[in-house]
């Protein structure tokens, strides 16, 4: 009797969400399934790469859990391929049991309001590509040289990032994993203000404490909240603050009774204000924002929400960071909901937009699951409830009932046509011949932490595709 088919899982997109869901299978299942992870970029790791800031190493270290998924031995990565180009959805059907959307939610919101596009304004999304080395935002200009005033609108971590990253001396980025070209400009930045918008109250920010509380430790940064607009901003009890909104509140008070230490730099927080236009200044550079302030009422459900009063306020800046989250892009061929910018699932199983009922064989984890919140544990928990669903209907393929599948099961299980890691692996070479395999990666990693090393700095981060190919190509067969 011949042995039962091996089982193959591909996940597409290596972040967070897509390690953590390739951890759980593997762990959970018997030697019959097999993982493939597909990959944009020659580099693994997502936004633990190329969107946790550079002074946030321990953050990083995460990436040791992600190792020993990798090298597993029943988990191979293709890295360099882009799902929808080199390879179509129909094609991944035909040689997988499953498929596992983990692409997360690379684009940013916009504001929409008049000016967002002039020079000088920029999605924090590009900004923190470009500090953390992303390959697509190495060419990047962002203006450090002329602005004074940075303003950056958004009260989440994200803002709290920017800002951050905006005021830190040489020697604090020094030992740091900041991109090259980064540190060389921001070494030179004229920015002394950075000014943090909040549309809403302290009680309703969306930062979480320690990264509050980093703000009060910068080297040579004062951190400056107006007492008046801070009280004035929690004049309205908010009945769904909880414990981390209310740690939030008596760390910002204790900021607003602050002397500042007269440092060369200041994040000043503000609250109750919407940017509501850019204003350009003499060259067509953005040299202004018009905002207005808003009050708190009383929304659906008892939280709090902006409401604009007529009152303006124009301050000068040179550049504005918008960070008022991220945004998912759809993948080709795969459902999409427009308005929450996820693909439709039902607990991580992909759903048929028309008749609402999962699509077999396709799921989703992580922000493109469930929109762009949580720090990197919540994808944990989300990949373990997609994990659930992948193997609950794969259960009759694993458990070798492979008659099950063709059974009253059917609708759950899907069978690819095709499914030997030989031909995949042979039809995704003929498609991307610079295809990165895990070895690849391992021989960017050691290049970039040797590089790194000689200058005390975990690495020197490789941030064009040409020369992380280079560098890959050394170990590829
Ligand atoms: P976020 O936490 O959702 O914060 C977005 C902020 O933008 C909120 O303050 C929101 O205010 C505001 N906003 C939205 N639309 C706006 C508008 N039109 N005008 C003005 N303000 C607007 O998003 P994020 O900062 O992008 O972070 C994404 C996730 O990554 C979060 O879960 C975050 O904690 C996590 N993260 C964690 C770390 C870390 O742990 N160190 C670092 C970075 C990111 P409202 O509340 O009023 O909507």
């Given at each position: 009797m011949s042995d039962p088919p091996v089982v193959r899982v591909a996940v597409i997109g290596s972040g967070p969400a897509g390690f953590y869901a390739a951890g759980h299978l593997l762990k959970a299942s018997d030697e019959r399934l097999e993982v493939d992870m597909l990959e944009?970029?020659?580099?693994?790791w997502g936004l633990v790469r190329?969107?946790?800031?550079?002074?946030h190493p321990k953050i990083k270290s995460v990436t040791r859990v992600y190792e020993k998924t990798a090298a597993h031995p029943r988990f191979r990565y293709f890295g360099n391929v882009t799902f929808g180009e080199h390879v179509s959805r129909a094609e991944m059907l035909a040689h997988y049991h499953a498929l596992v959307y983990?692409?997360?939610?690379p684009a940013d919101r916009a504001?929409?309001?008049?000016?967002?596009?002039?020079?000088g304004s920029h999605a924090a999304t590009e900004f923190v590509g470009w500090y953390n080395g992303h390959p697509d935002y190495s060419d990047l200009e962002v203006?450090?040289?002329?602005?004074e005033r940075a303003v950056v609108v958004g009260n989440g971590n994200v803002a709290l990032d920017v800002a951050r990253m905006l005021v830190l001396t040489s020697e604090e980025l020094?030992?740091?994993?900041?991109?090259n070209n980064a540190l060389e400009v921001l070494a030179h930045s004229r920015v002394h203000e950075v000014a943090v918008l909040g549309r809403r109250g302290p009680a309703q920010a969306a930062f979480t404490n320690p990264e509050l509380l980093e703000?009060?430790?910068?080297?040579?940064a004062d951190i400056i909240v107006d007492p008046e607009e801070l009280e004035r901003a929690l004049e309205l009890e908010d009945p769904t603050a909880d414990t981390a909104a209310k740690r939030n509140v008596e760390i910002l008070r204790s900021y607003a009774a602050r002397e500042p230490a007269g440092h060369s730099k200041r994040i000043v927080l503000r609250f109750l204000v919407s940017p509501v236009a850019l204003l350009a200044g003499e060259h067509g550079h953005l040299s202004a924002v018009e905002m207005v302030r808003n009050e708190l009422v009383a929304g659906d459900g008892g939280s709090l929400r902006a409401r604009a009063t007529e009152e303006h306020e124009t301050i000068a800046a040179g550049l504005v960071f918008r960070a008022i989250g991220y945004r998912g892009i759809p993948l080709p061929g795969v459902p999409f909901d427009?308005?929450?910018?996820v693909i439709p699932n039902h607990g991580g199983r992909v759903l048929d937009?028309?008749?609402?009922?999962p699509l077999p064989g396709e799921y989703v984890v992580g922000w493109i699951k469930r929109?762009?919140?949580?720090?990197?544990?919540?994808n944990k928990r989300d990949a373990q409830e997609t994990v659930d669903a992948v193997l609950a209907d794969l259960a009759p393929l694993l458990d070798g009932d492979a008659g099950a599948a063709g059974g009253t099961d059917a609708s759950t299980v899907h069978m690819p046509q095709a499914s030997d890691a030989e031909t995949i692996e042979a039809m995704l070479r003929e498609r991307q011949p610079q295809l990165v395999t895990y070895s690849g990666w391992e021989a960017i990693d050691r290049h970039e932490r040797a590089l790194g090393e000689a200058q005390g700095r975990p690495r020197v981060k490789l941030t064009r595709i040409e020369e992380l190919l280079e560098v890959a190509s050394l170990e590829e067969p």
């Amino acid at each position: 009797m011949s042995d039962p088919p091996v089982v193959r899982v591909a996940v597409i997109g290596s972040g967070p969400a897509g390690f953590y869901a390739a951890g759980h299978l593997l762990k959970a299942s018997d030697e019959r399934l097999e993982v493939d992870m597909l990959e944009r970029l020659p580099t693994p790791w997502g936004l633990v790469r190329s969107g946790v800031a550079p002074d946030h190493p321990k953050i990083k270290s995460v990436t040791r859990v992600y190792e020993k998924t990798a090298a597993h031995p029943r988990f191979r990565y293709f890295g360099n391929v882009t799902f929808g180009e080199h390879v179509s959805r129909a094609e991944m059907l035909a040689h997988y049991h499953a498929l596992v959307y983990a692409t997360g939610s690379p684009a940013d919101r916009a504001l929409g309001i008049p000016g967002e596009a002039l020079p000088g304004s920029h999605a924090a999304t590009e900004f923190v590509g470009w500090y953390n080395g992303h390959p697509d935002y190495s060419d990047l200009e962002v203006d450090l040289l002329a602005a004074e005033r940075a303003v950056v609108v958004g009260n989440g971590n994200v803002a709290l990032d920017v800002a951050r990253m905006l005021v830190l001396t040489s020697e604090e980025l020094a030992p740091t994993d900041t991109a090259n070209n980064a540190l060389e400009v921001l070494a030179h930045s004229r920015v002394h203000e950075v000014a943090v918008l909040g549309r809403r109250g302290p009680a309703q920010a969306a930062f979480t404490n320690p990264e509050l509380l980093e703000l009060g430790e910068l080297a040579d940064a004062d951190i400056i909240v107006d007492p008046e607009e801070l009280e004035r901003a929690l004049e309205l009890e908010d009945p769904t603050a909880d414990t981390a909104a209310k740690r939030n509140v008596e760390i910002l008070r204790s900021y607003a009774a602050r002397e500042p230490a007269g440092h060369s730099k200041r994040i000043v927080l503000r609250f109750l204000v919407s940017p509501v236009a850019l204003l350009a200044g003499e060259h067509g550079h953005l040299s202004a924002v018009e905002m207005v302030r808003n009050e708190l009422v009383a929304g659906d459900g008892g939280s709090l929400r902006a409401r604009a009063t007529e009152e303006h306020e124009t301050i000068a800046a040179g550049l504005v960071f918008r960070a008022i989250g991220y945004r998912g892009i759809p993948l080709p061929g795969v459902p999409f909901d427009e308005r929450s910018a996820v693909i439709p699932n039902h607990g991580g199983r992909v759903l048929d937009p028309d008749s609402e009922r999962p699509l077999p064989g396709e799921y989703v984890v992580g922000w493109i699951k469930r929109g762009p919140s949580g720090v990197i544990g919540t994808n944990k928990r989300d990949a373990q409830e997609t994990v659930d669903a992948v193997l609950a209907d794969l259960a009759p393929l694993l458990d070798g009932d492979a008659g099950a599948a063709g059974g009253t099961d059917a609708s759950t299980v899907h069978m690819p046509q095709a499914s030997d890691a030989e031909t995949i692996e042979a039809m995704l070479r003929e498609r991307q011949p610079q295809l990165v395999t895990y070895s690849g990666w391992e021989a960017i990693d050691r290049h970039e932490r040797a590089l790194g090393e000689a200058q005390g700095r975990p690495r020197v981060k490789l941030t064009r595709i040409e020369e992380l190919l280079e560098v890959a190509s050394l170990e590829e067969p």
